[in-house]
């Protein structure tokens, strides 16, 4: 365990703050909240399906991702967890869980009992975020559905990029046009639902095409007009603000 990030840099805070104005005393208690953290290796399971929920683990630096298996071991990826996120702020009303967690990074985290969730729900602006957040949750779930129900290949990929660097920039983890992207090719398939080499041609496609460049786990965006006109990529869904979405 170690000291938490500063308030300058936590990425909860600067998350909940990008839907509702919170109160110092808000500010206060999320950083309490995120004081007592846990260096994670990349591949560790934080939820395993079919356990009891063991509480809220929040995301403050790193990616993890929630996921299926099928018996034969086929992997579903359904959701990427980055710094600022709170994994099922609900889950004390569960018996068991019904995913798996897993980082796909080193991550640091936060496991945050029950009850503390409780006691923020407690606090008006605090909840509103949260619960703001929740819907962005359900809201993104949709749109990685109809990505890799009705996009194409290299449509799927040019989607998740957009949607990755606007939601890792809402937080200062995304540069001017560029973030690290720690994520491997089966990654990628396992998101976008095609094999390792339908990702690595799409990837060819986007470098070739001046939208991209992939370098040492780091995603520059060289042309991201293009890219979201590529994926039809309308950032509504995540609810970033005008100033955050531009």
């Not at 009891?52 to 630096?61: E, K, N, Q, R, Y």
């Not at 749109?143 to 890792?168: D, I, K, M, P, T």
């Not at 095609?194 to 786990?217: F, K, Y």
Request: glycine share 6%; net charge neutral.
């Amino acid at each position: 365990m170690t000291n938490g990030v500063p308030d300058a840099v936590n990425p909860f805070v600067r998350k909940l703050e990008g839907f509702t104005s919170l109160p110092e005393a808000d500010r206060a208690a999320l950083l309490k909240v995120s004081e007592d953290v846990q260096l994670v290796p990349a591949g560790t399971d934080l939820v395993r399906e079919g356990d009891p929920p063991a509480g809220v683990f929040l995301i403050l630096d790193g990616i993890a991702c929630r996921y299926k298996l099928r018996a034969g071991g086929a992997r579903q990826i359904m959701a990427y967890l980055v710094p600022g996120d709170a994994c099922d702020l609900d889950v004390a009303l569960l018996e068991f869980m019904d995913h798996s967690i897993t980082t796909l990074s080193d991550c640091t985290v936060v496991r945050i009992a029950p009850e503390t969730v409780r006691d923020l729900l407690h606090r008006p602006a605090v909840a509103a975020a949260l619960r703001k957040s929740t819907l962005v949750d359900e809201a993104t779930l949709r749109e990685w559905l109809l990505n890799v129900g009705r996009r194409s290949a290299v449509e799927r990929l040019a989607h998740l990029f957009c949607e990755l660097f606007l939601r890792l920039r809402a937080v200062g983890r995304a540069d001017e046009n560029a973030f690290a992207l720690p994520l491997t090719q089966q990654d990628l398939a396992d998101t976008t639902g095609q094999s390792t080499v339908h990702v690595n041609r799409a990837l060819q496609e986007l470098r070739s095409r001046g939208m991209i460049e992939l370098q040492q786990r780091r995603l520059t965006i060289l042309d991201l007009p293009k890219l979201k006109q590529l994926a039809e990529f309308k950032s509504g869904y995540l609810h970033l603000g005008e100033r955050r979405a531009a």
